[in-house]
């Protein structure tokens, strides 16, 4: 399941939620995402997260369905919100369920890795010098790129 | 055809979205992103470096050589910075 809100989550109730919905599930792994208060030497006061509306569920979906066939997920959730949000503000939640735990290990980590360079999101961050987008990092492409199956990327 | 633009990209662009219509000799991404920098100082500037411009037709991500006609919607943004 996915969900895109400005709106905080409750990461216990969301995985007590998961955990409940059948006595097949045998471990839960969840991640959650938080604003940090500096990026660098800067200190950041808040941050902005821009999305692109008519794009991010159908992104999201799409790396739900692939987690999905990739591991035996007995069910797993994606949270993602946009907005300003200020430093220890929860931003992303991925929860997975799965009957044995490696799955929901790495399903989960997998999840997060492909959603920080696939979905459309963009942060901005409010410095005393001023706000500054995000730029990518070659670190969360090579996480990403380790799920691709090539032995060389591991 | 709808063109939007997001983060940086939308600054120096200096528009959020615009509907456009590029003469019949633009088929491709390719294309249209070479006659949008035409089209005012602002989109030169956010689309002077290609390997920073990410592309999605339709909300799928797309490439340099993929086809877009007059009822595309076409997003063009920097690398996703989400998670």
């Known amino acids: 399941m996915i969900r895109v809100q400005r709106e905080d989550f409750d ?7 998961l955990g409940g919905a059948s006595h097949g599930v045998g471990g839960v792994c969840a991640f959650v995402g938080l604003v940090r208060d500096a ?7 808040a941050m902005t997260l821009e999305h692109y509306p008519a794009m991010t569920e159908k992104a999201l979906a799409a790396i739900e ?8 997920l007995e069910d797993c959730l994606v949270i993602h919100r ?16 799965s009957a044995h735990r490696q799955a929901a ?8 890795d492909w959603l920080k360079t696939k979905a459309p999101f963009w942060k901005q961050e409010e410095t005393p010098e001023g706000a500054q987008w995000v730029e990518a990092r070659d670190s969360d492409d090579a996480a990403a790129a380790r799920w691709n199956g090539d032995p060389a990327a591991e | 055809m709808k063109i939007i633009y997001f983060a940086w990209l939308r600054e120096k662009a200096g528009v959020n979205e615009e509907d456009v219509t590029p003469p019949a000799g ?18 030169a500037a956010a689309l002077a470096d290609p390997a920073v411009v990410r592309i999605a037709v339709n909300q799928e991500y797309a490439t340099l050589e ?8 076409v997003a063009l943004f920097p690398p ?4």
Do not use: N
């Open chain 1, 105 to 112: 290990f790495d399903a989960c980590q997998f999840l997060i």
């Open chain 1, 11 to 17: 990461p216990g109730a969301e995985m007590a939620r």
């Open chain 1, 82 to 97: 946009y907005g300003r949000l200020e430093p220890g503000e929860r931003i992303v939640l991925v929860v997975t369920a």
């Open chain 2, 66 to 73: 993929d086809p877009v006609g007059p009822d595309d919607e």
């Open chain 1, 39 to 45: 990026a660098g030497e800067a200190e950041v006061r």
């Open chain 2, 80 to 83: 996703v910075t989400g998670g």
């Open chain 2, 26 to 43: 633009v088929t491709d991404v390719a294309g249209l992103i070479e006659w949008l920098k035409e089209q005012s100082p602002g989109h």
């Open chain 1, 65 to 72: 369905a692939e987690a999905r066939q990739r591991w035996p």
